[in-house]
T-cell receptor, first 111, second 113 residues
Framework: DSGVTQTPKHLITATGQRVTLRCSPRSGDLSVYWYQQSLDQGLQFLIQYYNGEERAKGNILERFSAQQFPDLHSELNLSSLELGDSALYFC??????????FGNGTRLTVT | DAKTTQPPSMDCAEGRAANLPCNHS???????VYWYRQIHSQGPQYIIHGLKNNETNEMASLIITEDRKSSTLILPHATLRDTAVYYCIVRVGSGGSNYKLTFGKGTLLTVNP
């Protein structure tokens, strides 16, 4: 158990819809990272938050957004969903330069 | 972040040592070598990391060459549960606040009975 909790585990929705994925980091970790893993793309970094502020951006679409709340949990919002957004979405957390620890992900299926 | 090169796949017999190589010839002086693994569709699991000295923990050993251009992850007694994709990643260790990991394709290690 990495200590990083992601909910829900599975999500099935239709094209055009909006969903919110939630991540609770390990106790004491200030940084949260979001990754997307689809079959043909591997693990792709989306965005990082550090203590409530956006710190780094990767290959995140404009239809996607994230935020980190004062209690340090984070949410990834995906809107105007397309079939190609079907993927595993992982959250990771860390403190300073320590290793990232990953949750077990949310599997999103867009139909 | 420096690029790494790993073989796409390897096989290992159960109970034997699994030695997974990684080349990182463009590694910078302040970059660490990290190893993660991903067991089918689970979240990546941290294994071990090191700067220039060899490291050992309860999961594995990490051997880094003296010139730091390559490394080997050693699973001393592989079990069927070690079947996974293993990722070698280089990343700065400190001095900032963005410590994202850039994943490549990794090595699929299959442990056979």
């Amino acid at each position: 158990d990495s200590g990083v909790t992601q909910t829900p585990k599975h999500l099935i929705t239709a094209t055009g819809q909006r969903v919110t994925l939630r991540c609770s980091p390990r106790s004491g970790d200030l940084s949260v990272y979001w990754y997307q893993q689809s079959l043909d793309q591997g693990l792709q970094f989306l965005i990082q938050y550090y203590n409530g502020e956006e710190r780094a951006k990767g290959n995140i679409l404009e239809r996607f957004s994230a935020q980190q709340f004062p209690d340090l949990h984070s949410e990834l919002n995906l809107s105007s969903l397309e079939l190609g957004d079907s993927a595993l979405y992982f959250c990771a957390s860390s403190v300073a330069g320590s290793p990232l620890h990953f949750g077990n992900g949310t599997r999103l299926t867009v139909t | 972040d420096a690029k790494t090169t790993q073989p796409p796949s390897m096989d290992c017999a159960e109970g034997r040592a699994a030695n997974l190589p990684c080349n990182h010839s463009t590694i910078s002086g302040n970059e660490y070598v990290y190893w993660y693994r991903q067991i089918h569709s689970q979240g990546p699991q941290y294994i071990i990391h090191g700067l220039k000295n060899n490291e050992t923990n309860e999961m594995a050993s990490l051997i880094i060459t003296e010139d730091r251009k390559s490394s080997t992850l050693i699973l001393p007694h592989a079990t069927l549960r070690d079947t996974a994709v293993y990722y070698c990643i280089v990343r700065v260790g400190s001095g900032g606040s963005n410590y994202k990991l850039t994943f490549g394709k990794g090595t699929l290690l299959t442990v056979n009975p």
